[in-house]
């Protein structure tokens, strides 16, 4: 299948702190790519669409100031945390959009201290 | 009400039995049904996608009620690897595209 790679795999930053987390589709093109978070114990919640070259949607009480989504080119997607707060930490997961089903990227686990 | 509902369990079996897990969605107009496996701490894994006449993969069969508007999954003689969280997905109709939403999931533990 269709390989998705996020990176840092992990990252533990202070509060205050910015965070940026790469996500990129290794053998295909994805037009659109998604960014979920999971709190320990809860399931995937959709945090936006992202649209190669235009602005990303946001779901309701994410708030995309705090997150910024920069969708550049097909292969590649950026989450930008913003002067993390330790309620930020959590596993945030890509997914690429092939042609039949969502790929997803490893995770990326984030402790703000 | 939710967009997508699961019963989060946890179903605790024995090794052999079928389990079936339900999931239901609110939106008519969604088009494309997934049952995904998640590990602990791992990225979700594709384990079928759910069509309407329904299908099957071995020990694991998908059916899908547009009427009441639910996915179900069957997993038939369960070994303990099956021992994970079980997610539907399914997608919402979002300004000209779609959007792709989990249920909650539903975990399962298959006992020895």
């Known amino acids: 299948g269709a390989v998705v790679s996020q990176h840092p795999s992990r990252v533990i930053c202070k509060s205050g702190t910015s965070v940026k987390i790469e996500c990129r589709s290794l053998?295909?093109?994805?037009?659109?790519m998604f960014w979920y978070r999971q709190f320990p114990k809860q399931s995937l919640m959709l945090m936006a669409t992202s649209n190669e070259g235009s602005k990303a949607t946001y779901e309701q009480g994410v708030e995309k100031d705090k997150f910024l989504i920069n969708h550049a080119s097909l292969t590649l997607s950026t989450l930008t945390v913003t002067s993390a707060h330790p309620e930020d930490s959590s596993f945030y997961i890509c997914?690429?959009?092939?042609?039949?089903?969502?790929?997803f990227g490893p995770g990326t686990r984030l402790t703000v201290t | 009400r939710k967009e997508v509902e699961q019963d989060p369990g946890p179903f605790n079996v024995p090794e052999g039995a079928t389990v079936a897990f339900n999931c239901t969605y609110s939106n008519s107009a969604s088009q494309s049904f997934f049952w995904y496996r998640q590990d602990c701490r791992k990225e979700p894994k594709l384990l079928m996608s759910v069509y309407s006449s329904g299908n099957e993969d071995g020990r694991f069969t998908a059916q899908l009620n547009r009427a009441s508007q639910y996915i179900s999954l069957l997993i038939r003689d369960s070994k303990l690897s099956d021992s994970a969280t079980y997610l539907c997905v399914v997608n919402i109709p979002t300004s000209g595209t779609y959007k792709y939403i989990f249920g909650t999931g539903t975990r399962l533990k298959v006992l020895a």
């Open positions: 997914s690429g959009l092939g042609a039949y089903e969502q790929y």
């Open positions: 053998d295909f093109q994805a037009t659109t």
